[in-house]
């Protein structure tokens, strides 16, 4: 019979292969954004998620598991909706919102499985792991507040902009 710490396994395999996923795609977030601050905060966030990814394998060698073997589904279907995005909008005033949408909907996901993954270690007493993945949870929600900021700060406001003066009234006919 399957338990926690099987489960516990399951998923830091699935969040190596998330990180994995990740690393590959933010070159072409990067590429398509407009604003150097997003494009900057894309970069910093790619060079954590190689140590992100050193990190899982730290703590999957800590662990005696090979953390390969489970493919993310939540992860490829987000960085394929964020290829769908980048398809329709790119180019256009809204790419960026577009992208910061997309980097935040990852996030997000990399953070609530950060969370249970320090939770489980923490019950199962894998210290060294903790302190691991709290480095990454740390570092995935600074990063989804400086997405924040460029959103709030610069980007939204852009995209708003171009929309009104586009003559776009659609919010005004819902």
């Known amino acids: 019979m399957k338990d926690l710490n099987d489960l516990f396994q399951d998923t830091v395999r699935d969040i190596y292969d998330s990180e994995k996923r990740l690393l590959e795609a933010m070159p072409q977030l ?21 140590e992100q990814v050193k990190r899982v394998e730290q703590a999957c060698a800590t662990l005696g598991i090979d953390p390969n073997g489970v493919v993310c589904q939540g992860t490829v279907g987000l960085i394929k909706e ?34 249970t993954a320090i939770t489980w270690a923490q019950l199962l007493g894998y210290d060294q792991v903790v302190e691991l993945f709290e480095l990454t949870l740390n570092e995935e929600e600074e990063t989804d507040d400086l997405l924040t900021q460029i959103a709030e700060n610069e980007v939204n406001e852009k995209a708003a902009l171009a929309a009104r003066a586009g003559g776009s009234d659609k919010a005004s006919v819902m």
Do not use: T, V, W
Request: charged share 25%.
């Open 30 to 50: 990067m590429q398509a954004a407009h604003s150097e601050r997003l494009k900057e905060a894309i970069r910093l966030h790619i060079d954590q998620s190689k």
């Open 82 to 115: 964020c290829q769908e995005h980048l398809q329709e909008f790119g180019g256009s005033p809204a790419g960026d919102a577009a992208i910061i949408a997309c980097a935040q909907k990852n996030e997000h996901y990399e953070i609530a499985n950060y969370g």
